[in-house]
């Protein structure tokens, strides 16, 4: 996703186990790069998982939900839904947060889940 690095394994959990974490860094405007750490707080193979990790002092959660479909050509394909969402207990925090990074953050969103599809759809050849 722009603005958001690799994330690194931060423990020996198999990825997608509740309680798995990674250290990821992001970008942050006019605050330079910080390192989030994300938990994975639901899994459920295959059908998806939750994320959650706090940066400043704003909440996230991210839910991947994958499920079953027919692709363009018929095929069978998975459709991905991604929902994220963050938290802050001041009202004035939420509202500036909300103006300031809600667009880029639904812009890098479908910035990364295109990329994302381009990498799996080249992956079934």
Known sequence: ??????PQSADALPHGAVGKRYHEP????????????????????????????AIG??????DIALEEAVGESG?????????????????VRRLLFKAIAGSRIRRSSAQGLAALKQLLEEGQD
């Open 1 to 6: 996703f722009p603005g958001v690095g690799a």
């Open 26 to 53: 992001v970008s942050v405007p006019g605050r330079g790069t910080r390192e989030m750490v994300i938990e994975v707080v639901e899994a459920s193979p295959p059908h998806g998982f939750a994320t959650e990790s």
């Open 57 to 62: 002092p704003f909440e996230t959660r991210m």
């Open 75 to 91: 095929a069978a394909a998975t459709q991905i839904r991604q929902t994220f969402s963050c938290r802050n207990r001041s009202p």
